[in-house]
């Protein structure tokens, strides 16, 4: 069974459209993320939630709103898809504290055109 | 914030050599110091990591090493083989922002 498992793999999509990445987590964690992999490679944090509740909020647009059901859930809404939204989404999950390891998901390879 | 800087950005090393791969930071606060390995269109997977209470960890051929006087840690990889190959990331957490904030990354290749 996969840890952390974000849906979809990938998504292709025009500009102007709204669409939503889901993310689970199946080991327990109470904190969860979503980090941005641009075409550079570099690893940049978005949002953290522990126990459903936003304690991290990047200086992302907001077009961008994280929603957190429950602890196991972590899913990222987009608004109005711009270009410069093409990355590789990646959802993780830690035990709680900063000083635990991050478990990714997969990725969700994000295309606008 | 925190800000962690990684040098460096690429590094070609013979097989069977010894790569080095550099990162410093800059809040002090910070106490927890991770390193990830990603490779091609894979997730990014921690390999090793390094709490501020001690200097140096070590797991087989993967090593890290931490000053915190001058805020700076270090990766050592020995005898590397053709599966280390990857983009390899360090990371500083645990400080006041309460975030894991990354390195920009070292585009490690082995060389046959």
């Known amino acids: 069974d996969t840890a952390v498992s974000q849906t979809p793999k990938y998504l292709v999509t025009q500009m102007g459209n709204d669409k939503s990445i889901k993310c689970e987590q199946n080991?327990?964690?109470?904190?969860m993320y979503w980090y941005k992999q641009d075409s550079k490679k570099f690893l940049k944090i978005m949002f953290s939630?522990?126990?459903?509740?936003?304690?991290i909020n990047e200086t992302v647009p907001n077009r961008f709103s994280p929603k957190s059901p429950d602890k196991a859930h972590l899913n990222l809404h987009i608004n109005s898809l711009e270009l410069g939204d093409s990355a590789v989404y990646f959802c993780?999950?830690?035990?709680?504290?900063?000083?635990?390891?991050?478990?990714f998901g997969n990725g969700t390879r994000l295309t606008v055109t | 914030g925190e800000n962690v800087e990684q040098h460096p950005s690429t590094l070609s090393v013979q097989e069977g050599d010894s790569a080095v791969i550099k990162c410093t930071y800059s809040?002090?606060?910070?106490?927890?110091f991770p390193w990830y390995k990603q490779e091609l269109g894979k997730r990014p997977q921690l390999i090793i990591d390094?709490?501020?209470?001690?200097g140096e960890k070590k797991d087989q051929r993967i090593a890290v090493t931490l000053n915190k006087t001058a805020k700076h840690f270090s990766l050592h990889i020995t005898e590397t083989q053709p599966e280390d190959s990857a983009v390899y990331f360090c990371?500083?957490?645990?400080?006041?922002?309460?975030?894991?904030?990354f390195g920009k990354g070292t585009r490690l290749h082995i060389l046959p």
């Open positions: 993780a999950s830690s035990q709680g504290a900063v000083s635990s390891p991050l478990h």
């Open positions: 080991l327990g964690h109470d904190t």
């Open positions: 939630y522990n126990n459903k509740e936003l304690i």
């Open positions: 809040d002090s606060a910070s106490n927890y």
């Open positions: 390094i709490r501020s209470n001690v």
């Open positions: 990371a500083a957490g645990g400080n006041r922002d309460d975030k894991i904030i």
